[in-house]
């Protein structure tokens, strides 16, 4: 996709960039095809924020795997000129501008302990401001430079940061292994929880030498914060508000986070969401403190409602929604500088695209609708944010609120993509279920020959309310397979996220249904249209739910494929609900517990369907896998092994839902390319 609404890529493209710090540049010119090497070397940014007085931009470069290279660069927005500001071998992150535009504050652990350090842009040393017995995890400083917010792991019940430095060394000290528990959750993602919890902490910086106490403001709570993004402080400092669950013992069953707003003279907390049993996200006061808003979802026991804006106003006590009749969820939001319009965040038509929403009418104007955006801010007219697409890794960018103004700031991959041929892609769409209109994605090989049919790599999201979109993964990236010589195709089947709230919802309680004949159909279309793609030699591939179809795939379209490949796939349902994590992802989709609903879960279990089975398959598994737990993955290989179907199961110890250690990494690439060879390379015709 490449059209542009008020401004052209190419002109944009064609402007001065500056950038951060790249390796000499190669003589040779787009020879060579996408590795998995290249993957994890990339250089990714992060923290890219515009200065309060739209003059600068900080942002910082991840510069691949390399160790102590993570460091901090400023731009001067009128100049483009661009310096490093740190060099420590210890990273830094969590930067945070200071409200007179003369400096940053940002977590280090170059002390030893992860700290909040300011560094002065007039010159000098970063200075560290915090010196606590545990590990800052996050911070939040008000509008007036003294007040702070910050995250520690604490022990509920403790009083003092020293109470829980003392636990933590008891623990340690304890002879016996074990761990017990009185409730649910017991483990999370890829851990088994502790005893600790991240709790929301309040203290005043001194005047001279560095803080070392702070106040924690949910003592006896049994839980966590949301996160200190999801921390926000009126503009005189006097109150704060934050995004957890209120204690209690639903919080596996329970996607009902509130708003609490902390009076910081009285230390009086109020829950100003009680009513809403659903999630509420991301408080945010405006800058001239009339307002407060947050994100709300509607429905309870779902994660993937849709997230509307609403409003309170602090003068009237009026809580509204804001452009309630739009048919998008809020992934992030800023308010605008004259604190009339909220920029906002929302996947859209399989991109993530930036928009402008005025409070007063509830107007929703598209700013920017290609490709994936993230790390928005703004300042005056001009926004700023990260952009990839399918076939570039994020860069900075900026455009004007009205939508002109598209511009590239930086090319911190410039040297290597340089020497990459990157694969054609389009967006298209189709008749799926009902005939409504599904879209999907296609790519061609990188080295694509006019008039050759080409192996088709099939991939399917997971979620199952996701979506691959116009982005450039670094786990899933669509642009490895075309390296290899696969098309590839991707298809936001019903459930997908970005088309309308109704869309997404469609998949609740129908798994195997409306996704099913999507990906059928969408398939079946796109290799009429596309000649250069050999509908007779194909592989599927997914993970998560996308591992889930792919069971599907085996007993309900069981001669669809020449190969499968399943990555921590859902096999056996009412093994998963009794063994996963978050059981309000199942309860919504299948309409409660499995105890309550067992026709719910049958009806879409892929065990029911193995009399079917006959594709080979490629399982694979991360061990520390607690949402998708690994005993999944056996039982698929163990039905394929029983059956004599050609099959392999691949582990990872270290792993979790996602393979992140980049060794393993291209691993996994290695043995997924191997099995779609054994299978699809020596039938392609040439």
């Known amino acids: 996709m490449r059209s542009f609404a008020k401004f052209s890529l190419g002109v944009a493209l064609a402007a001065t960039f500056a950038s951060a710090p790249v390796l000499a540049q190669s003589t040779i010119l787009q020879s060579e095809t996408l590795t998995v090497e290249h993957l994890n070397n990339f250089r990714q940014l992060y923290d890219v924020k515009v200065s309060p007085d739209g003059r600068a931009l900080v942002y910082g470069v991840k510069n691949g795997q390399q160790k102590g290279s993570n460091h901090l660069y400023l731009r001067d927005i009128q100049t483009g000129k661009v310096n490093q500001l740190t060099s420590n071998k210890a990273s830094e992150h969590s930067v945070q501008w200071a409200q007179d535009s003369k400096g940053i504050y940002f977590l280090s652990s170059r002390s030893g302990s992860s700290q909040v350090w300011y560094l002065s842009l007039t010159g000098g040393e970063a200075q560290q401001l915090t010196d606590f017995a545990l590990d800052v995890g996050g911070y939040k400083l008000a509008g007036d430079g003294k007040t702070i917010a910050l995250a520690f792991d604490v022990k509920p019940g403790c009083k003092t940061l020293q109470c829980t430095v003392d636990a933590k060394k008891a623990d340690a000290e304890q002879k016996h292994n074990t761990r017990a528990y009185d409730q649910l959750m017991v483990r999370h993602w890829d851990h088994w929880l502790d005893t600790f919890n991240t709790h929301l902490f309040i203290a005043t910086l001194p005047d001279s030498g560095k803080l070392t106490e702070a106040t924690d403001v949910m003592p006896e709570w049994n839980t966590d914060i949301a996160g200190i993004s999801q921390v926000s402080f009126n503009p005189d400092a006097s109150k704060l508000a934050f995004s957890a669950k209120a204690p209690g013992r639903d919080h596996a069953w329970t ?4 708003i609490f707003e902390v009076d910081l003279a009285s230390n009086t907390m109020t829950n100003i969401t009680e009513e809403n049993k659903a999630w509420d996200a991301q408080p945010q006061y405006s800058s001239d403190g009339r307002y407060l808003a947050w994100k709300a979802m509607n429905t309870p026991v779902y994660e993937s409602g849709k997230f509307g804006l609403k409003i309170k106003d ?55 609708q ?7 801010s703004s300042a005056g007219k001009a926004i700023y944010f990260t952009r990839h697409t399918l076939d570039k890794p994020a860069d900075v960018y900026t455009i004007n609120k009205d939508g002109y103004g598209f511009k590239q700031l930086t090319d911190v991959n410039k040297d290597v993509l340089a020497t990459l041929k990157m694969a054609e892609f389009k967006q298209f769409s189709f008749p799926g279920w009902n005939d409504e209109k599904v879209y999907g994605y296609w790519l061609k090989p990188a080295n694509f020959e006019s008039g050759k049919k080409y192996p088709i790599a099939f991939l399917v999201h997971g979620g ?81 739910y996308g591992g889930y179809m792919m069971n599907w795939f085996m007993g309900k379209w069981s001669d669809g494929f020449n190969c499968i490949v399943n990555h921590a796939g859902l096999f056996d349902m009412k093994s998963f609900y009794y063994s996963t994590e978050e059981l309000w992802f199942p309860e919504h989709d299948f309409s409660g517990p499995y105890f309550q609903n067992v026709e719910n879960y049958d009806k879409f279990d892929p065990s029911r369907f193995v009399d079917n089975w006959k594709m080979p398959m490629l399982v694979i598994q991360g061990e520390l896998d607690y949402r998708v737990p ?25 792993e979790d839902h996602h393979i992140r250690n980049p060794d393993n990494l291209k691993e996994w690439y290695r043995e997924v390319f191997a099995w779609m060879d054994k299978y699809l390379k020596p039938q392609s015709a040439e």
């Open 314 to 368: 602090l003068n009237s006590e009026n809580v509204q929604d804001i452009a309630p009749l739009w048919d998008r969820s809020i992934s992030d939001y800023h308010f605008s500088d004259d604190n009339r319009a909220v920029i906002a965040v929302a996947q859209d038509i399989g991109q993530k695209s930036i928009f402008s929403i005025s409070l007063q009418f509830g107007d929703v104007t598209p700013i920017l």
């Open 630 to 654: 690994y005993a999944q993955s056996l039982g698929a290989f163990t039905t394929l092994q029983r059956k004599g179907i050609d099959s392999r199961l691949v582990m990872f110890p270290d």
């Open 255 to 258: 996607t009902n986070w509130d």
């Open 370 to 376: 290609d490709g994936t955006v993230a790390n928005v």
């Open 464 to 544: 199952p309310q996701g979506s691959f979109g116009n982005m450039f993964h670094y786990r899933w990236n669509a642009q490895l397979w075309a390296a290899q010589g696969y098309g590839v195709v991707m298809i936001d089947f019903h459930g997908s996220t970005g088309y309308g709230q109704q869309f997404t919802d469609s998949i609740s309680g129908d798994w195997g249904g409306k996704p099913l004949e999507d990906l059928q159909k969408g398939l079946a279309y796109i290799t009429e249209q596309e000649s250069w793609l050999d509908a007779d030699n194909a592989c599927a591939l997914g993970a998560s």
